[in-house]
């Protein structure tokens, strides 16, 4: 089986840094993904990593330990519409490619 | 691009009523497809998947089923629905390199 554990809610303001950590267990690990959700819309992704190792995306970057079996995602010069939830997901080895998801990170980005 | 189209967008229906949202895509053939659920503060739940018409694999027991009829159409339909059946109902597609999931708007659906 699967198990993702990340913080319920975060806040950060306008401008700075935030880091949102994700842990996990899991039987076969095939890749990590981010994914960001604004309420009341569908997830939309943001970061793979399947290596150990930094991926950087403009403004959002994503680290993976698969011998800790952990991750953050980086989001730097925050941004108010920055304000959503924040999805951690694995991948297992088996050949459906389906993703088990952690609850989310509710970040609110404040003034 | 991908574009996921899923209808209805909100659904609201009394216990024990049957169920069909409809989901359907657009551009791949033979696309691995997806249903997940997302229950209030909780995250994303697979409920089916389906790599081929008529071929449905279901992840946890439940009064739900799906069907594949054709190739870029993924139904979710229930015979009867129960009040845990609410929630937020996401189609989703396997798509780029690294097979991430590209989900459709989602369907909300409340069971009074």
């Known amino acids: 089986g699967q198990n993702i554990d990340q913080p319920t809610e975060m806040t950060a303001t306008e401008g700075a840094i935030v880091q949102i950590n994700c842990t996990y267990q899991t039987s076969g690990f095939n890749g990590l993904f981010w994914y960001q959700q604004h309420a009341g819309e569908a997830p939309t992704f943001l970061s793979y990593n399947v290596l150990d190792g930094l991926e950087e995306k403009g403004r959002f970057s994503s680290f993976l330990s698969r011998s800790k079996g952990y991750s953050y995602l980086l989001l730097k010069e925050l941004q108010m519409k920055d304000s959503a939830s924040y999805l951690c997901?694995?991948?297992?080895?088996?050949?459906?490619?389906?993703?088990?998801f952690g609850s989310g990170t509710r970040l609110q980005v404040q003034p | 691009s991908q574009t996921i189209h899923q209808w209805p967008a909100t659904l609201v229906q009394p216990v024990g009523s049957p169920l069909s949202l409809e989901c359907t895509v657009e551009g791949t053939s033979n696309p691995n497809l997806y249903w997940y659920r997302q229950a209030a503060g909780r995250g994303l739940q697979l409920l089916f998947y389906s790599v081929g018409i008529g071929q449905i694999s279901s992840e946890v027991p439940q009064n739900l089923s799906a069907s594949r009829p054709q190739d870029r159409q993924f139904i979710l339909s229930s015979k009867k629905l129960l009040l845990s059946d609410s929630g937020f109902y996401l189609c989703a597609e396997a798509v780029g390199s690294s097979h991430e999931q590209f989900f459709g708007p989602g369907t909300r659906l409340t069971v009074l």
């Open positions: 997901a694995v991948r297992g080895i088996t050949g459906r490619r389906a993703l088990t």
